[in-house]
């Protein structure tokens, strides 16, 4: 018998409520009910001084949350980069929470490091790269991104004779960090958090969809001295393009160099056949960061760190203590494949989804949703003065309004489109900026999507863009 009386109603309410707020999400409105200011009186009130039972606490944080939450596990949310909390996933989260597990080493939870240890092997079997690489189980693309570079990091230093994990950087070679101009601000935030610093780097130029262009490439390639880090990038968050990793990779190869692929979504496109060729020769890169709460659809928080070289991987993250059970060399602790000791058991939701989709299941829905996103593109590039950048195939892309204005007119009137469209709440996107531009931006990486919530999301759309047009008329 549980020592809360509590413990049985506040779990079946969590889970009625969870359901309710689950039904009731195709028909609701697509963007959150009050702002940040309105929530936070909502939810303030002075520190609580007794207790109160957990089912009455529960009841009231759903009362408080309802109107501040954002649709993002909904079908018609296109905002960001947000996969869609599959129920598969939500559920072995929830027994992930239930269970409690510490997942820092085999010892302390045999099931969770089992999970991950055969989850991770699914992993590198449906993105098909080298079966001898490592991964860490991280909170997402932004630590997978730390994890690989922090591997990068000491893996070159080493060849130079320099332990960076046990000296630190003072006095050890210089690393010279190559990296497109449309890299992502996480693989910045990474090389903040590593020393490498994030403006330390050689930006190399990239094309009109945000590509490196391999000349360049080659070109910051050959002026290097010293120890090499190059980043590559697997879908670009605005366009959904590609660097050419394979290209790269040989001359990074060729140059002892490490490379590290940033794929928080884009990597994906190796585990569905029509969409594989994207992503070409990645295989041949050293690092690659990747998300489960993207498009594997795992709820928060879910990435994965993959090190080819699994030593270097577990040389810049093991964690040694000697209350800590020591495990075997061939065996796989967690914990020293991430930054963190004590944290969840994440691959139970990455297991569970990986099982309730399937390979073909999996593949069907990244095909699913890039033709999903070129079909809204289509219809939207029909109507006078849109724009639509991107390459249109994979998932992304983004759009302007008033494109047959000056700039100035271009970027207000797409600044307005974005908020009438969340105003309306059919359907959720947000705004973006791209070559200086304002734009909006159009990720369709939901498992609900289908093409109906897309045609009704671009009648959303258009009619927002009619409303605003009309305005600006009179
Ligand atoms: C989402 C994203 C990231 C960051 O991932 P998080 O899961 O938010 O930490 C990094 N790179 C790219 C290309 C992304 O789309």
Redesign the pocket.
């Known amino acids: 018998m549980s020592g809360d009386p509590d413990q049985a109603s506040t779990l079946r309410r969590a889970a009625d409520e969870a359901l309710r707020y689950r039904e009731q999400l195709p028909a609701s409105r697509q963007a959150p009910l009050h702002d940040f200011a309105a929530m936070r009186k909502i939810f303030s009130e002075p520190t609580p001084e007794h207790g109160a039972a957990s089912d009455a606490v529960i009841a009231d944080l759903v009362r408080r949350a309802d109107g501040g939450l954002n649709a993002m596990s909904g079908a018609r949310f296109f905002g960001?980069?947000i996969g869609g909390s599959h129920p598969a996933g939500v559920a072995a989260d929830w027994l992930t929470s239930a269970w409690g597990q510490n997942c820092g080493n085999l010892q302390a939870s045999p099931a969770g490091a089992a999970a991950e240890d055969v989850a991770a092997n699914w992993l590198l079997d449906l993105l098909n790269l080298p079966r001898e690489s490592s991964i860490g189980f991280v909170?997402?693309?932004?630590?997978?991104?730390f994890v690989g570079l922090a591997a990068a990091r000491g893996a070159v230093l080493r060849k130079q004779g320099w332990d960076v994990e046990r000296n630190g950087l003072f006095g050890a070679p210089e690393i010279t960090v190559l990296i497109g101009e449309d890299?992502?601000?996480?693989?910045f935030s990474a090389l903040q958090f590593l020393g490498l610093g994030y403006e330390r780097v050689a930006r190399v130029a990239t094309d009109d969809q945000g590509r490196i262009q391999i000349a360049a490439f080659r070109d910051a390639l050959e002026k290097c001295r010293g120890p090499v880090i190059a980043i590559a990038?697997?879908?670009?968050?605005n366009t959904g393009a590609f660097d050419p990793i394979g290209e790269m990779a040989k001359m990074t190869r060729a140059r002892s160099a490490w490379l590290h692929v940033?794929?928080?979504?884009?990597l994906w496109a190796r585990a569905c056949p029509s969409r594989a060729h994207l992503a070409d020769g990645m295989e041949l890169a050293d690092s690659w960061?990747t998300?489960g709460?993207?498009w594997l659809q795992t709820p928060?928080?879910?990435?994965y760190a993959i090190v080819k070289d699994a030593d270097a991987h577990r040389s810049a993250m093991a964690i040694a203590a000697s209350y800590l059970p020591a495990s075997a060399a061939h065996e796989r602790d967690p914990a020293h494949y991430v930054p963190e000791l004590s944290r969840r058991a994440r691959g139970f939701p990455t297991w569970a989804m990986i099982k309730a989709l399937g390979r073909d299941g999996i593949a069907d829905m990244i095909e699913r949703h890039c033709a999903l996103a070129r079909r809204m593109a289509e219809k939207l590039r029909k109507a006078e003065g849109v724009e639509v950048i991107g390459a249109l195939d994979l998932n992304q892309f983004v759009a302007r309004f008033g494109a047959d204005l000056s700039p100035e007119e271009s970027d207000a009137m797409t600044k307005a489109v974005i908020s009438e469209i969340q105003r309306d709440g059919v359907c959720f996107l947000g705004g973006g900026a791209w070559r200086g531009r304002q734009v909006m931006r159009v990720s369709v990486i939901s498992w609900a999507t289908t093409e109906s919530d897309i045609d009704a999301s671009v009648d959303a759309i258009l009619s927002a863009y009619a409303r605003v047009r009309l305005k600006n008329a009179r």
């Open positions: 960001w980069v909170t997402g693309a932004t630590v997978a991104n890299a992502h601000a996480t693989v990038q697997a879908g670009q968050i940033d794929g928080a979504f884009g960061a998300d709460h993207k928060y928080d879910c990435g």
